[in-house]
């Protein structure tokens, strides 16, 4: 099993639609989640951070996590063209480590 | 704040050549940075933890005589192929590691695309 799971998609919203991207994780003891936004040829750009249970909102974006369910995701509010990209998901493991999930890729059509 | 650089941003050389690839905190501290290894269409994969003022940890199945690593500074990692082939043509990309609001967030540098001819 791996660590942090992510759906590859491709996931296709219409534009002004929210976009809903799933991750899980393994490791029980992980303590903080990070989503990442990736363009094509890029490097990854942090959108943003959560560790506590709940909803954390910024802007469009939403994230959400339930430590029970070991599950995590992220919406994107209004979305746009210009959110076309891959979005990973990471966790902060109980060992310290961050591991990235595969990556989610999002195409927002005009 | 939080921006880290790379340098140089596309390398392209022959093959046995050693190239260098710099990662900068240009308005924080690093104690910790990584790097990481991503070929198309594939995630992330992580090489190693670079710490400054101690020896990198590699991560399983890399080599520490062929991905040398010096983090010789709080704002500067870097990593040297050494002897580069084809199969190392890849994009390169370092991370830095810092403390915000009580959690550890890696910043990331904007990658080094390497072709080895």
């Known amino acids: 099993q791996k660590e942090v799971e992510q759906n590859s998609g491709p996931l296709s919203v219409p534009e002004g639609a929210i976009a809903s991207l799933n991750c899980t994780y393994s490791?029980?003891?992980?303590?903080?989640f990070f989503w990442y936004r990736q363009y094509s040829g890029k490097s990854p750009e942090l959108i943003m951070f959560?560790?506590?249970?709940g909803d954390k909102e910024d802007g469009r974006f939403t994230a959400q996590l339930n430590k029970a369910s070991q599950y995590v995701s992220l919406l994107i509010r209004d979305s746009q063209p210009s959110d076309s990209a891959t979005y990973l998901c990471?966790?902060?493991?109980?060992?310290?480590?961050?591991?990235f999930g595969p990556g989610t890729s999002l195409s927002v059509i005009p | 704040g939080a921006v880290v650089s790379q340098h140089p941003s596309r390398v392209i050389c022959k093959s046995g050549t050693s190239v260098k690839i710099e990662c900068r905190s240009l308005?924080?501290?690093?104690?910790?940075m990584f790097w990481y290894r991503q070929f198309p269409k594939q995630s992330l994969m992580l090489m190693a933890t670079?710490?400054?003022?101690?020896?990198?940890?590699?991560e399983q199945g890399v080599e520490k005589d062929k991905f040398l690593i010096n983090h010789a500074s709080l704002t500067l990692s870097t990593l040297t192929v050494a002897s580069a082939h084809p199969e190392d043509s890849s994009f390169y990309i370092c991370?830095?590691?810092?403390?915000?609001?009580?959690?550890?967030?890696?910043?990331f540098g904007p990658g080094t695309r390497l072709t080895v001819l």
């Open positions: 991370s830095a590691l810092l403390n915000r609001d009580f959690t550890d967030t890696q910043y």
């Open positions: 670079s710490n400054e003022g101690s020896k990198a940890t590699y």
């Open positions: 308005d924080f501290q690093a104690t910790t």
């Open positions: 959560i560790y506590s249970n």
């Open positions: 990471a966790a902060k493991t109980s060992y310290d480590k961050v591991i």
């Open positions: 490791d029980r003891g992980s303590q903080s």
